[in-house]
């Protein structure tokens, strides 16, 4: 049995778009992690907000698009994916894999200016639309993992995911950021928290870049990226139809 494990293991750690997928979100995890622990604190010292009024700001917006976001970002990807068979895997990993890496991108790009503008309605506002965003990524994520990897090796795969997240996001976020808030500002460590999310962008891109590598139509794939022909095509649910791929065992994505 172990051996058995232990090879399923070697199998996932092989895996180029499991391993990016995986660090990617613990980066994400990271950033939001260090916003739920001083998010208060940062509104309280930045907005010179009462303990009350910063515990309300913070958890309004943090409930509200907590809840919604995972289910739109579901319902999202549900939708790009309609038209595209079950059987072809690869090409259901590319969609899945380039929205996410678009909705991890936008997310840092429009907090950190809001939080630089010392303006406590564009910082709110910028923080719901990353919140929307970036939480809209996690049931995509759990998507490509279900898609991406064989049934027998799904439950290791989803403890090695969500471990990850655990041990690079969720653990070192607090102290790190707390420290970085002591030796400077509590802005600074906040934009340094978001910053983090560059990371989210460049393993999601390697993820997404490795989803091509079953066809090798890599190029093809960085054409259609910010295409707008290729998104108007996927959100009209007429992908397949307008770009048609390869049949792609889930093997044959690693």
């Not at 750690?13 to 998010?39: D, E, H, T």
Request: glycine content about 8%; charged content about 10%; hydrophobic content about 50%.
């Amino acid at each position: 049995a172990a051996t058995k494990v232990a090879g399923e293991l070697w199998e996932l750690l092989r895996n180029k778009m499991f391993v990016c997928l995986c660090l990617g979100s613990a980066a994400q995890q990271f950033s939001f992690n260090g916003l739920s622990y001083w998010g208060v604190q940062y509104l309280q010292d930045d907005f010179n907000l009462s303990d009350q009024d910063a515990a309300f700001y913070a958890g309004s917006v943090a409930g509200v698009f907590g809840l919604i976001s995972p289910l739109l970002g579901g319902l999202f990807l549900d939708h790009l994916l309609r038209a595209v068979p079950k059987v072809n895997t690869a090409r259901r990993l590319q969609i899945s894999m380039k929205w996410i890496f678009l909705f991890g991108t936008v997310s840092y790009v429009i907090i950190i200016p809001c939080i630089l503008s010392g303006q406590l309605w564009l910082f709110l506002l910028g923080l719901a639309i990353s919140m929307l965003t970036f939480i809209a990524d996690i049931p995509m994520q759990f998507v490509v993992i279900f898609e991406a990897i064989d049934k027998d090796n799904q439950g290791l795969a989803v403890t090695i995911f969500t471990t990850t997240q655990y041990l690079l996001g969720h653990l070192p976020a607090p102290t790190i950021i707390g420290a970085i808030a002591d030796a400077t500002t509590i802005k600074f460590a906040f934009v340094f928290s978001f910053m983090w999310s560059i990371f989210c962008t460049i393993f999601w891109f390697g993820s997404w870049t490795y989803t091509y590598s079953a066809n090798g139509s890599f190029t093809e794939g960085l054409k259609g990226l910010f295409s707008f022909r290729s998104m108007s095509s996927e959100l009209l649910s007429t992908d397949f139809i307008e770009n048609p791929s390869c049949v792609s065992s889930k093997s044959s994505i690693n």
